[in-house]
């Protein structure tokens, strides 16, 4: 396991990924009942952009960056207002940023306490530092097992309500294999929960195949979000990233169709940045 999220931390990915993340939060809260979520491969939560590793790549300057160096329009301010208030909550001086909160954070910081969270990392030493980071919040529940293994171990969570993710590291052969497989493990136990699967697009054949292959397993509500920084190429640094979002709150869709261009236009590196939302299925499945 080499992959360590610190030399990505905050990077245009991030951005989607946690401004999407923040907004089913909100969404969840708006009923009183608890939820609980559930991260797979939680990464460490809280990254120092000060590090020598964060420092050597930089890829948060082109993306939480350019994000607190703008001023978007009111409706754009309002959708990414959630996520950015938790990224100025861990910074001393607004858009000056220092630390960068991860997934398990940005959900953290967002739920109420009589909401629970799991998270759950794989490497040893990163397991160790996201325990110490929860360590004093009775509500987060650290495990430190195989990211595949924690969601079927998890699922489905008492409350009946809530939120998985999947970020995994991509730094193996299958992943998008896995993830089918993990998608369908989570919709058969928790058929009525949002998914929440990260992607990153190198080789665009093979993000094509792994969403036919998604839409293959007959799961209604999947909507697909990509974004591209540039043309997408499958060598260096990444150029594009997508989310696929099994039962969406029923308002993220407009929200992304305003987020989206705005995103877009801000993070853009280069010709060919660009970005979509569609439904890869529908609200209902019909065979034929
Ligand atoms: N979700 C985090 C966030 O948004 O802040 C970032 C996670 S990072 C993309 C992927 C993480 O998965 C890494 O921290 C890596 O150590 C961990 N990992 C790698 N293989 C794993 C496995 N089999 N199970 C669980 N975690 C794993």
Same mark, same amino acid.
Do not use: C
């Given at each position: 396991?080499?992959?360590?999220?610190?030399?990505?931390?905050?990077?245009?990915?991030?951005?989607?990924?946690?401004?999407?993340?923040? !907004?089913?939060?909100?969404?969840?809260? !708006?009923?009183?009942?608890?939820?609980?979520?559930?991260?797979?491969?939680?990464?460490?939560?809280?990254?120092?952009?000060?590090?020598?590793?964060?420092?050597?790549?930089?890829?948060?300057?082109?993306?939480?960056?350019?994000?607190?160096?703008?001023?978007?329009?009111?409706?754009?301010?309002?959708?990414?207002?959630?996520?950015?208030?938790?990224?100025?909550?861990?910074?001393?001086?607004?858009?000056?940023?220092?630390?960068?909160?991860?997934?398990?954070?940005?959900?953290?910081?967002?739920?109420?306490?009589?909401?629970?969270?799991?998270?759950?990392?794989?490497?040893?030493?990163?397991?160790?530092?996201?325990?110490? !980071?929860?360590?004093?919040?009775?509500?987060?529940?650290?495990?430190?097992?195989?990211?595949?293994?924690?969601?079927?171990?998890? !699922?489905?969570?008492?409350?009946?309500?809530?939120?998985?993710?999947?970020?995994?590291?991509?730094?193996?052969?299958?992943?998008?294999?896995?993830?089918?497989?993990?998608?369908?493990?989570?919709?058969?136990?928790?058929?009525?929960?949002?998914?929440?699967?990260?992607?990153?697009?190198?080789?665009?054949?093979?993000?094509?195949?792994?969403?036919?292959?998604?839409?293959?397993?007959?799961?209604?509500?999947?909507?697909?979000?990509?974004?591209?920084?540039?043309?997408?190429?499958?060598?260096?640094?990444?150029?594009?990233?997508?989310?696929?979002?099994?039962?969406?709150?029923?308002?993220?869709?407009?929200?992304?169709?305003?987020?989206?261009?705005?995103?877009?236009?801000?993070?853009?590196?280069?010709?060919?940045?660009?970005?979509?939302?569609?439904?890869?299925?529908?609200?209902?499945?019909?065979?034929?």
């Amino acid at each position: 396991m080499n992959y360590r999220h610190i030399y990505h931390a905050g990077n245009f990915a991030d951005v989607l990924k946690h401004a999407v993340l923040a !907004l089913v939060v909100e969404h969840l809260k !708006l009923k009183e009942q608890p939820f609980r979520i559930v991260d797979t491969h939680a990464g460490i939560g809280l990254y120092d952009l000060a590090s020598e590793e964060a420092q050597k790549t930089g890829e948060w300057r082109d993306g939480i960056g350019r994000i607190l160096a703008d001023t978007p329009p009111a409706e754009v301010a309002e959708i990414l207002a959630p996520y950015l208030d938790v990224v100025r909550a861990e910074n001393e001086r607004r858009n000056e940023i220092v630390r960068y909160p991860g997934s398990p954070r940005v959900a953290r910081r967002l739920m109420r306490p009589g909401d629970a969270l799991v998270v759950n990392e794989a490497h040893t030493e990163d397991a160790a530092r996201l325990k110490a !980071l929860f360590a004093k919040d009775a509500a987060t529940k650290t495990l430190a097992i195989d990211g595949w293994t924690a969601l079927k171990a998890v !699922l489905p969570p008492k409350e009946r309500r809530g939120l998985v993710l999947i970020d995994p590291p991509f730094e193996e052969p299958g992943e998008f294999r896995r993830i089918v497989e993990g998608l369908s493990a989570a919709h058969r136990r928790f058929a009525t929960g949002t998914v929440i699967v990260w992607y990153p697009v190198k080789d665009t054949r093979a993000v094509r195949a792994f969403l036919r292959d998604a839409a293959a397993l007959a799961i209604p509500k999947m909507l697909s979000v990509e974004l591209f920084v540039r043309t997408p190429f499958s060598e260096g640094e990444l150029s594009g990233t997508g989310l696929l979002i099994l039962n969406p709150p029923f308002t993220l869709e407009a929200k992304l169709r305003t987020l989206l261009p705005y995103l877009t236009r801000v993070l853009a590196r280069a010709k060919g940045a660009e970005s979509r939302v569609e439904w890869l299925t529908g609200e209902r499945i019909t065979s034929s």
